[in-house]
Each structure stands twice: as C-alpha cells, then as structure tokens.
C-alpha cells in the first residue's frame, strides 16, 4: 500500500512539474546583439516588457528549411530558420495581427494566424549562409510560395519582410 501511495505521489509530482515548467521558466536574454524584438500583447519578456532575440537565441530554436521561389531571386532559394509560429508561441503571444518593422522603417501588418497556417520561416540562412543586411538579413520572413497557389501574390509578397528588426502583436 505504501509503495502504492509513493507511486502515485511521484507521477503526480512529474506531472506537476511538466505541466509548471514552461511557464516556471523565464525567457533567456540575449548575450550578443538583439536581431529581433517582440512586444506587444506577450506573456514571456526578457526585460521592460520585451522580448529580445539574438542570432544564437533565434538559431536555438527549431530550423526550418523551405526551398521555393521568390519575386527578389533567380530560380528556386533555400530559407532557413525557426518558424514564426515558434517565436511566438516561446513569447506566449495573444494578439491577433501582427505589425511587423524592417531596418528602413517598412511596416506591414501580418495576421497572426498566418504563422500557423502558412508555415512562415522567420530566415536568418540564405543558400546555407548568413544573410547580411544587404542581403536581405539578417532576418527576413519567408512564406513558402511554392506551397500554395495562392500565396503567389502580391498580398503575401508584400508580407514577406526583409531586415526584419521587430514584431508588435496586436
């Protein structure tokens, strides 16, 4: 009986901790230069009620490669990076659009269901190597065109933001 009872106490204290633990631990902060900044409507911050990313925190996460083609590259093009729902879902976002800024203050509003839906690369890898910032990087998020007929046009071209500096949800 008693062994019973230790049992059950030990799966209930396994449980406990899984189901605490994403919520128990704090959003790492940056050790190099922030690349991305989301804010807006989040749960999880690294300081002043952002979330700040650097390449290692980006590269991190899970990679995702899509090869497709693109108004802005000859042939097809190799993206690498997390998914953005990934980014989103690590910052507990809740807003339902998103206002997505460039370096060069280009801004465009991105549903954020299209983070799921579409399964969006936020690339920090061209062909296999860093993007610099002439090349559209260092983060440019990348739908993959080839996917779906209709993300070949202008709405979801226009969604694709290179020099991508933050995210705001909304």
Not at 34 to 42: N, P, R
Not at 134 to 145: A, E, L, M, Q, S
């Amino acid at each position: 009986m008693f062994k019973k009872m230790l049992l059950c106490l030990s799966i209930a204290l396994t449980l406990f901790s899984i189901g605490t633990k994403s919520h128990a631990q704090p959003l790492a902060s940056p050790s190099g230069r922030t690349i991305l900044t989301v804010s807006g409507k989040i749960g999880k911050t690294n300081g002043d009620g952002v979330a700040r990313f650097d390449m290692a925190m980006l590269n991190a996460l899970p990679q995702r490669t899509i090869k497709t083609r693109t108004p802005w590259y000859p042939g097809i093009t190799e993206f690498t990076g997390p998914l953005l729902a990934d980014v989103l879902a690590l910052t507990e976002a809740q807003g339902a659009n998103i206002r997505a800024s460039a370096l060069n203050d280009y801004s465009i509003v991105i549903p954020a269901s299209d983070a799921a839906d579409h399964q969006i690369v936020l690339a920090t890898l061209l062909n296999g190597k860093p993007m610099s910032i002439r090349d559209k990087g260092p983060t440019f998020i990348v739908y993959p065109f080839d996917s779906k007929e209709e993300l070949r046009a202008s709405t979801y071209y226009e969604r694709s933001i290179w020099q991508l500096k933050s995210l705001e949800l909304k």
